[in-house]
């Protein structure tokens, strides 16, 4: 089992519809979880952090954590072609107590015009 | 206020060569990570460092990769002997004091080593 696993997609929505990314993770110590954006040849750009159970928001962005079900999940309302890009789940890397982060393969998200 | 430096931004060395990547952290941050993209996987952590300490070197192959983070300086990752299959982008992360398992890490452009 991979220690933190996305669809790879590309999940593929309208211009202005709400986008759902997925992710789920075993490390049940883990303690801190991130999405980040990378578009094609970039680097990673943070865009949400959660740390507690619950929905955190964000302008257009809703980050959702369930620690029960190993879960987190970001949703971008009134998605733009401009959203278009990887998007990479990262979890603190549990037990160790660092800053090391362990990433999920991305999905890559299309928003169509 | 900058944010993390890397450079260089593209590296080609010949297979036998060194490739010496550099990183510098944020302004006020003292925590550096370097982590390696290979093309079409995700990104892989290597090693975290502090000023003069190897924190976390786990994710480092074990052979012709070093990390260093001297009290001066910037971060330097250094690859002896490149292989083709070291052909990879190479980010450098760097976060702020305090407790690291509740830190945002923020990255640099990274490097693109090429190894021909």
Redesign the interface.
């Known amino acids: 089992q991979k220690e933190v696993e996305q669809n790879s997609g590309p999940l593929s929505v309208p211009e202005g519809a709400i986008a759902s990314l997925n992710c789920t993770y075993s490390d049940r110590g883990s303690?801190?979880f991130?999405w980040?954006r990378q578009y094609s040849g970039?680097?990673?750009?943070?865009i949400m952090?959660i740390?507690s159970n619950g929905d955190k928001e964000d302008g257009r962005f809703t980050a959702q954590l369930n620690k029960a079900s190993q879960y987190v999940s970001l949703l971008i309302r009134d998605s733009q072609p401009s959203d278009s890009a990887t998007y990479?789940c990262?979890v603190?890397?549990g037990s160790?107590?660092?800053?090391?982060?362990?990433?999920?393969?991305?999905t890559t998200l299309q928003v169509k015009p | 206020n900058a944010g993390v430096m890397q450079n260089p931004r593209h590296l080609v060395r010949r297979r036998g060569q060194e490739a010496r990547l550099r990183c510098s952290p944020m302004k006020g941050h003292s925590h550096v990570y370097w982590y390696r993209q290979l093309p079409e996987e995700g990104l892989k952590f290597m090693v975290y460092l502090q000023k003069e300490n190897i924190i976390d070197e786990s994710g480092m192959p074990k052979e012709r990769f070093s990390a260093e983070f001297p009290k001066e300086g910037p971060s330097i990752l250094r690859i002896q002997q490149v292989v083709r299959g070291d052909s990879a982008a190479y980010f450098c992360a760097s976060s702020p004091p305090g407790p690291q398992a509740y830190t945002e890490a923020f990255f640099g452009q990274g490097t693109r080593l090429t190894v021909v």
């Open positions: 303690q801190s991130f980040y970039k680097s990673p750009e943070l952090s740390y990479l990262a603190n890397g160790s107590n660092t800053g090391k982060l362990i990433f999920g393969q991305g």
